[in-house]
């Protein structure tokens, strides 16, 4: 068996061109527990895919060692949100720890409290479905109980992650 290099195995990968998401949860606030304070989480995301019509079912994967592996891991419900391409700053944002995420962001509550965005292509609300072991990943499965595809009447482009890099097209 031939070793696999991670950082080559990380670049190969990136030759997948792929959409940008950011998922949300809503999770109680482990900084005040047992008060029942909850807090809004986000994420960036490009593992997102697109899994069965029927039943609706998508999927994305959560690294393990992620701050919000717990809310995610706990939720029951999440938000995808597939980005425009004039939302990289966003995307930069839901990709940094201990960022103030929520700061810039205007959302209202969807199903369950999760935060939905105000401002997106298309996004899809879903019920956790299951959950399986992918390695250094969590694979979410979520039924998709709410869509909203903005994008037909926008006609705003995909925002695009290619070779480590935001792209975008034209
Ligand atoms: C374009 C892009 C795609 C990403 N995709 C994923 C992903 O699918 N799963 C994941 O766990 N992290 C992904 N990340 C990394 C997380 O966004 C990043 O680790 C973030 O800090 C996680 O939030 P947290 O630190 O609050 O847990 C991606 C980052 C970028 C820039």
Same mark, same amino acid.
């Given at each position: 068996?031939?070793?696999?290099?991670?950082?080559?195995?990380?670049?190969?990968?990136?030759?997948?061109?792929?959409?940008?998401?950011?998922?949300?949860?809503?999770?109680?606030?482990?900084?005040?527990?047992?008060?029942?304070?909850?807090?809004?989480?986000?994420?960036?995301?490009?593992?997102?895919?697109?899994?069965?019509?029927?039943?609706?079912? &998508? @999927?994305? /994967?959560?690294?393990?060692?992620?701050?919000?592996?717990? =809310?995610?891991?706990? #939720?029951?419900? +999440? !938000?995808?949100? &597939? @980005?425009? /391409?004039?939302?990289?700053?966003?995307?930069?944002?839901? =990709?940094?720890?201990? #960022?103030?995420? +929520? !700061?810039?962001?205007?959302?209202?509550?969807?199903?369950?409290?999760?935060?939905?965005?105000?401002?997106?292509?298309?996004?899809?609300?879903?019920?956790?479905?299951?959950?399986?072991?992918?390695?250094?990943?969590?694979?979410?499965?979520?039924?998709?109980?709410?869509?909203?595809?903005?994008?037909?009447?926008?006609?705003?482009?995909?925002?695009?992650?290619?070779?480590?890099?935001?792209?975008?097209?034209?």
């Amino acid at each position: 068996m031939t070793e696999i290099d991670p950082r080559e195995l990380r670049n190969a990968l990136g030759a997948f061109a792929t959409g940008v998401t950011i998922v949300t949860t809503i999770a109680n606030d482990e900084r005040s527990p047992g008060q029942g304070q909850k807090i809004p989480i986000a994420m960036t995301a490009n593992s997102f895919s697109s899994v069965s019509l029927d039943p609706p079912l &998508i @999927l994305w /994967s959560l690294a393990r060692n992620a701050q919000s592996f717990k =809310a995610f891991d706990e #939720a029951e419900h +999440f !938000a995808v949100h &597939i @980005l425009h /391409s004039g939302q990289k700053g966003l995307s930069g944002i839901c =990709a940094t720890k201990n #960022a103030d995420k +929520f !700061a810039e962001i205007s959302w209202h509550p969807g199903i369950n409290g999760i935060p939905v965005f105000d401002d997106y292509n298309t996004c899809f609300e879903c019920q956790v479905e299951n959950k399986f072991d992918g390695g250094d990943h969590l694979i979410i499965l979520g039924r998709v109980i709410k869509f909203d595809n903005k994008e037909r009447e926008t006609h705003s482009t995909p925002l695009v992650f290619y070779q480590g890099q935001y792209k975008n097209i034209a």
